[in-house]
């Protein structure tokens, strides 16, 4: 199934977008050197939570990659480098083609994934333990989890989009 807002894009792009999800847990959970079962729980509650957001214009978007979201993530990761610094170049890679492609976006799509991707990189770093969870965030996962690869896409103007985050 296609999105109306990736029209523009090619299937190449298309499919990064697809794989953006995944990438970015593999990056953020994996930054201190190991993937643990919490931060791949709370991928999929994540995008789970985010297919019942039913002013969510990205609704359709989580619905499509919410079904085998861990298993990609598994068939990602075990394709990805085994050592973690060329592991970590290589999603960086991947991930900063996302640039390309969101400004091909129309209005306001390419500020909310844009939103959508740093949010979802946050609480997958918070995911994993500490006290109360309270310094959950290893110094690893802190380098990432702003998805420093990717632009800063500027909300658009409230006037025009006043229900965006």
Sequence with gaps: MML????PLTPAEQQAMFDAIPLITILVAGAD???????????????????????????????????????????????LPQDLEARQAVITEELSKINGILTKLSLPFGYLYYHSFTTFAKY??????????????SGEEAEVMTLPMIDAVERPSKV???DLP
Excluded: C, V, W
């Design 33 to 79: 050197g190991e993937i643990d079962e919490a931060e791949l729980a709370e991928a999929q509650r994540l995008t789970d939570i985010r297919t019942y957001d039913s002013h969510s214009r990205l609704l359709a978007y989580y619905e499509l990659i919410k079904n085998n979201l861990f298993e990609r993530i598994q068939t990602m990761a075990s394709e």
């Design 124 to 137: 997958i770093a918070e995911a994993h333990g500490g006290f109360l969870r309270f310094m959950t965030i």
């Design 160 to 162: 025009d989009f006043p």
């Design 4 to 7: 109306k807002e990736f029209s």
